[in-house]
């Protein structure tokens, strides 16, 4: 049986919102980072706070976790998988910098 995928690119990401896909965006930043940029709709779910608040990532339907590059996203990717079992979730591969790059030049960098 195959594994389901870990991540979805930027572009997958933007065709899926544009169609309307019913996904839950979780950005696991920092609050500073969330303030100053977001994708609209996202929970703010730092990640230090994902063990404690997890009952928040729904457990059906599509989530996109998101960070800066992608990194702390995986983290918790890592833990919803691998501790809680949740198979529904992805890594925003490259986070919002590589959004700000392959889909939105206008998003704000840092």
């Known amino acids: 049986m195959e594994s389901p995928p870990l991540e979805i690119s930027p572009e997958d990401l933007y065709r899926r919102l544009q169609a309307g896909d019913d996904l ?3 950005d ?6 969330y303030e100053y940029c977001h994708l609209p709709g996202s929970l703010l779910l730092s ?3 994902v063990p404690r608040r997890a009952a928040e990532v729904r457990a059906e339907g599509p989530v996109v976790l998101i960070c800066h590059h992608g990194v702390r996203s995986a983290q918790a990717l890592g833990y919803l998988r691998h501790r809680l079992g949740r198979a529904n979730v992805l890594n925003l591969q490259g986070g919002l910098a590589a959004w700000a790059a392959r889909v939105d030049p206008s998003f704000p960098r840092y």
């Open 28 to 33: 696991v930043r920092e609050p500073e980072e």
């Open 47 to 49: 990640l230090d706070e």
């Open 24 to 26: 839950q965006l979780v």
